[in-house]
């Protein structure tokens, strides 16, 4: 569904380079720390910035020859930008009936928003953030689009809007097959719960695309005594970090190494510390 | 498009206030600078369609909003030329409202002035405006609306200066004067349609060069 080829892009400081594919009912978690390159990938999607080379191709097509009708067929957050704060959904409502047309579903949209307790006849700007969270997140899903592109959908909430905000994707998903999601988080507990796949990015480069199963299953953190790491096995090891007890190494391989090294420590790797291990610490 | 103007007529109804207003102070400057308040009332008028034009795209450029927007299936290019509609529509409104206005008033106060002094005037006047107005929309796209302010205040002054200057030089120079004359007496022997036509000339061509860049901008241009 969609292909990113050589995608390029130049800041002053910084440079996109990444190439990666998903494919129709595929979820992908897009993990990275702040100004890793996400919502550069995210925008070069949309076409709303021209990258410096590169080819990204979405429904088959390069997305600058999108027509409105495939536009339909994407569903969009962002974290800080949405219509004007000054519309109610009511009015809002008004806005995506005209934009959509036949494939705005108001009934759902109303059900939706009655479940979740949104106001429809207030300004959006008195919103809490977690209102506004679910009420983009609920206009996102209410066109039947085939690829949801969420930027954040969850950041700054509490755990509660969190799992109901997971939950209504969940169910849209459910719904429907081939439909495709590619989601970024800081908070990778909710991509684990969500995601088929992991894509970690860090200072523009894709450091690790593989599957959340994989990554939960089969990779592991050791931790190393300084004097045990020197006869450790290398090459099952990705990434090395010194720590206050010795050396945390990610290893992709953690059955061989609890089969072989039973005296060793070694945890399941969590997406948080497996970014962790690569973007901070020394990669083998 | 059809939710462009959807959302754009949902940003002037927010705003009925301000054109009411506006009503009354042309009514006013009628009232109170008699035919002179023709164009000022006018001048009212577009003054007040600047800022509620400007407003519309302000309110889609708020918290990034234009981002958003385009995420949705509107093209680019659909954007730009709905914005541009939309400014010509609204000027199009006032210069009839304004007419009617200044034709009901110039019955009830025995005025006895053809339809076309009265339009030429207002259109006139219209007509400047809008210039200044799509200018300052075609900044306000490229640069967001707080320098559009700012740019908006110079363009105002710009346009001041000038006709303080095409004042001076019909007053106080002899080329001034004639030129001044040259076009009275055009204008007497041809009367206001050639001038109309002047006006729309001016303006397509302004509007046209503008909407084309504005489109250029937004194509090429990051959307944050």
């Known amino acids: 569904m969609l292909e990113i080829k050589n995608l390029k892009k130049t800041y002053p400081h910084f440079q996109l380079d990444c190439s990666f594919t998903i494919g129709a009912d595929q979820v992908v978690g897009l993990v990275g720390r702040n100004g890793s390159g996400k919502t550069t990938i995210f925008r070069s999607i949309l076409d709303l910035l ?62 939706r928003c009655y479940q979740l307790n949104l106001p429809v006849d207030q300004k959006v700007k008195n919103f809490s953030t977690g209102m506004q969270a679910k009420l983009k997140l609920v206009l996102a899903l209410s066109h039947e689009a085939d690829f949801l592109l969420l930027d954040e959908p969850t950041s700054g909430l509490d755990v509660i809007v969190r799992k109901e905000i997971l939950g209504i994707l969940q169910d849209y998903l459910d719904q429907k097959k081939d439909r495709c999601v ?15 796949f992991i ?57 061989y190494y609890q089969d072989n090294y039973p005296q060793l420590a070694i945890e399941k790797g969590s997406i948080d510390e497996v970014l962790q291990l690569l973007t901070k610490g020394e990669e083998q | 498009m059809k939710g462009l103007w959807v959302k754009d007529l949902l940003v002037l109804k927010k705003q009925k206030l301000a054109v009411f207003l506006t009503c009354m102070l042309a009514i006013c400057s009628l009232v109170f600078f008699g035919q002179n308040g023709i164009m000022i009332g006018m001048a009212i008028f577009s ?50 409202l304004m007419t009617i206005i200044t034709g009901v008033f110039s019955e009830i106060a025995h005025w006895g002035l053809h339809f076309s002094y009265i339009f030429t005037r207002i259109y006139g006047v219209g007509a400047a405006f809008l210039i200044i107005v799509i ?19 110079i363009i105002g002054a710009i346009v001041a200066i000038v006709i303080g200057a095409i004042v001076t030089a019909v007053k106080y120079t002899e080329w001034g004067n004639t030129i001044f004359n040259k076009m009275y007496t055009y204008y007497i022997d041809y009367g206001s349609l050639p001038f109309v036509v002047l006006f729309t000339i001016v303006g397509i061509i302004v509007i046209g060069t503008s909407c084309k860049t504005s489109i250029r901008t937004l194509e090429t241009m990051e959307i944050q």
């Open chain 1, 182 to 196: 590619i989601i970024s988080s800081h908070i990778s507990s909710d991509l684990e719960q969500l995601c088929d």
């Open chain 1, 199 to 255: 894509i970690l990015i860090d200072d523009g480069k894709i450091i690790l695309q593989e599957e959340t199963d994989n990554l939960l299953n089969h990779y592991g953190i050791l931790k190393v005594s300084a004097e045990e790491y020197p006869s450790l096995e290398q090459a099952f090891i990705l990434a090395t970090a010194k720590r206050k007890y010795g050396y945390a190494c990610l290893t992709k391989e953690r059955t």
């Open chain 2, 135 to 153: 200018l300052t929309a075609q900044y306000q796209i490229k640069n967001g609306p707080e320098k559009a302010q700012v740019a908006m205040s």
């Open chain 2, 47 to 96: 003054a007040t369609l600047s800022f509620i034009a400007l407003n519309s795209l302000t309110f889609d450029q708020q918290n990034h909003g234009l981002m958003y927007l385009l995420t949705l299936p509107i093209q680019k290019k659909h954007y730009v030329i709905q914005k541009y509609l939309l400014l010509v529509f609204a000027t199009l409104c006032f210069v009839v």
């Open chain 1, 50 to 111: 021209r990258p410096d080379s590169g080819e990204i191709h979405l429904f088959g097509k390069p997305v600058s020859q999108l027509s409105e009708a495939e536009r339909e067929r994407i569903g969009v957050t962002f974290p800080n930008s949405f219509f004007s704060e000054q519309f109610t959904i009511n009015e809002i409502k008004q806005i995506m009936t005209a934009t959509y047309s036949t494939k705005f579903h108001m009934a759902d949209f109303d059900q």
